[in-house]
């Protein structure tokens, strides 16, 4: 009997354009890549993607002119920036094609050989607004206020004769398509644009070439040696190309694919391609994803700002599994997102930290206690495991869906859903308790369900904490190096199984001060030390226990949790505090904690504090915090207690 054919995922990023060096948005774009490839692997199927580097061009001559270099050396050194990064960003399982190749240059000329045969490229005279920062020409309808739409500049009118592709030939075509195939392209956003641009009827026929005359670094066109091929035409194909072209196995194998791009090249892969393919006779690709930019502190990056992030960077300094974890975590993939440092600590010790690294933390310190860091055998599942099971393969189903449908951040934070309900079962339990009271049956049933539950997040984080995954999988026992399949993972809870050795102790996702407060600390070093009172009093002085008396410290549970509308570092809390009623508390824990990650968490407060108005919102009683190795930590009772208990 033969084996079942494996099914087949191909995913492009952008060829990107190298007369820069490589920024944030280039490894974001092939980060996504590489985790929707891991993610198909998982579930069995034969995937890889292409990446690579766009050579040609008016702004590659430009660049290389600047450096003093010629436009061969320069695009040979700039590629190899981008093919040096990726590895160090843990991205695997690509192939880096670049258009200078001498193989995409034949099929390239191969394919516009074709696209001339069947009569859809005429020459013509033209005079036209060209811009040389998009390098292309604008009609009047694409201008805003005369200046090009992307640079704000106003282009040069230049004459000329060149070659053109009948576009405008396939526009009704294709605006019915889209119309037709409403997850063609996608966040919806950007399908809307697409059309918008067919609708206002600003499109019309493509030029493909640029005369000799004016530029000489490009791929000679097949059928006029005097002209170049315009760029956009040369990169796209270079998803073909990378195939080995129409004729190619792979191009059998893996065609259609996806296309990863962010939204300021919209046009050439929503318009452009599908029709260059149309005319071409070959099918379309399935899906065009669209991200938006990462701004820095709601501004665009660029080197005058000063405000570039340098993805290694950052990488090396908090670790590359959670850098990963936080641009797809921050992200809502369409829109555009602020990156910052502060952003990126808060969301490390959150999530990362107080949530999934405390949960492995306290677990497995337990199993070495409990059970010398040894699967026991669990005893028949009662209501309480039963949910987290079902909760579990639901979260797990729901991640692979939202994940594969580009949805990342929502995959996570749903994910986190079930991490948190986790610590939260881990509360219920107090498996302290039955240790202590001697219940080894019940106790076995409880840390082998939290076992199993830990390492079904750790398979779902493979994807995007590659390391990090690895190293979860290890510390619960699992002897490959490589995850295993999915398989029938999504459908079943199943258990760890009984007698499999388990690490002592886990500190996965250390926690980390932010700058500011660094330098806080540096200055309260230098101040100069205070003596100590004879009497041996405390810091603030001694109290009466009448005057403790006074204060009426609750338990309560965190029902809603936003961020203030007017001061960044403080939390709007609204706190059930059972009889007492629900309170609202301001509190300045939004450097350390995530809104969504306190919600359901209980805590204590201090309620007969007299209100206080901050920044115009007010808020009635305390949260209390202590200070931590990594900052502020939430004071939390052992074990979950009736909302409104006091505390004596």
Not at 511 to 528: G, L
Request: charge should be negative; aromatic fraction near 10%.
């Amino acid at each position: 009997m033969l084996e079942e054919e494996l099914s087949q995922f191909y995913i492009t990023t952008p060829i990107y354009y190298v007369n820069a060096r490589p920024h944030l948005g280039h490894s974001y774009s092939t980060m996504v890549a590489d985790a929707l490839v891991r993610l198909h692997r998982l579930e069995g199927e034969e995937s890889f993607f292409v990446t690579g580097s766009d050579e040609h061009g008016d702004k590659i001559v430009q660049a290389a002119e600047k450096n003093g270099q010629k436009p061969q050396a320069f695009v040979d050194t700039i590629s190899g920036l981008f093919q040096q990064l990726w590895p160090t960003l843990g991205i695997e399982n690509y192939r880096f094609a670049r258009t200078t190749n001498p193989e995409h240059e034949k099929i390239v000329q191969s394919l516009l050989q074709k696209v001339y045969d069947a009569g859809d490229i005429y020459f013509g005279s033209f005079s036209g607004h060209y811009c040389y920062g998009c390098e292309r020409f604008y009609t009047e309808k694409e201008l805003e206020n005369g200046l090009c739409p992307q640079h704000l500049t106003k282009p040069e009118l230049i004459s000329e004769n060149n070659y053109f592709f009948r576009m405008s030939k396939y526009l009704p075509w294709l605006k019915e398509y889209i119309t037709s195939h409403p997850d063609f392209i996608r966040p919806e956003r950007y399908r809307a644009e697409a059309l918008g641009m067919l609708e206002v009827g600003a499109l019309d026929d493509l030029c493909i070439s640029r005369p000799k005359t004016r530029l000489t670094w490009g791929i000679e066109l097949p059928f006029d040696s005097n002209y170049v091929c315009y760029v956009w035409f040369d990169a796209l194909l270079t998803y073909i190309s990378a195939l080995g072209g129409p004729d190619g196995a792979d191009f059998a194998k893996f065609w259609p694919g996806e296309h990863l791009v962010a939204k300021d090249i919209l046009k050439p892969h929503a318009v452009f391609w599908p029709i260059m393919l149309k005319s071409m006779g070959l099918p379309l690709y399935k899906h065009l994803n669209v991200h938006g930019y990462w701004l820095s502190r709601d501004t665009k990056m660029s080197k005058s700002l000063g405000n570039i992030v340098e993805p290694k960077a950052m990488a090396d300094k908090y670790g590359l599994d959670a850098f990963r974890y936080y641009l797809f975590r921050e992200m809502h993939f369409g829109s555009d997102a602020s990156f910052s440092e502060e952003s990126l600590i808060t969301r490390i010790n959150a999530d990362l930290s107080n949530d999934l690294g405390n949960l492995f933390s306290r677990v497995l310190s337990m199993m070495s206690r409990y059970f010398d860091a040894t699967v026991p055998v669990p005893q028949a599942m009662n209501e309480d495991d039963q949910a987290i099971a079902d909760h579990c393969v639901q979260a797990m189903q729901n991640f692979v869906t939202l994940f594969g449908g580009i949805r990342f951040s929502e995959a996570l934070e749903n994910l986190w859903e079930f991490v948190r309900a986790l610590n939260k079962y881990v509360d219920s339990q107090a498996p302290w308790s039955l240790y202590k009271a001697g219940n080894t049956d019940r106790l076995a049933t409880v840390m082998v369900t939290l076992l199993t539950g830990m390492r079904k997040i750790a398979l779902c984080l493979v994807p995007v904490m590659p390391k990090a995954s690895a190293l979860m999988l290890s510390q619960l026992g699992e002897a490959s190096e490589t995850p295993s399949l999915f398989g029938d993972e999504l459908q079943t809870f199943g258990v760890i199984p009984s007698g499999q050795k388990l690490a002592r102790e886990s500190n996965i996702f250390p926690r980390f001060e932010k700058p500011k407060e660094k330098a806080e600390a540096v200055d309260k070093k230098a101040e100069p030390k205070k003596e100590k009172s004879s009497e041996g009093k405390g810091s603030k002085g001694e109290v009466s226990i009448d005057a403790f008396a006074q204060l009426d410290i609750r338990v309560g549970t965190i029902e809603n949790a936003s961020r203030h509308p007017n001061a960044d570092k403080i939390l709007v809390l609204s706190i059930n505090f059972g009889p007492l009623g629900v309170r609202q508390i301001l509190s300045g824990l939004a450097e350390y904690y995530t809104p969504e990650a306190l919600v359901n968490r209980q805590v204590c407060a201090i309620l007969n504090l007299k209100p206080r108005k901050i920044r115009g919102l007010v808020s009635n009683g305390m949260v209390l915090t202590a200070e931590g190795e990594g900052g502020i930590v939430l004071l939390q009772p052992e074990t979950t207690v009736p909302n409104g208990g006091a505390i004596a």
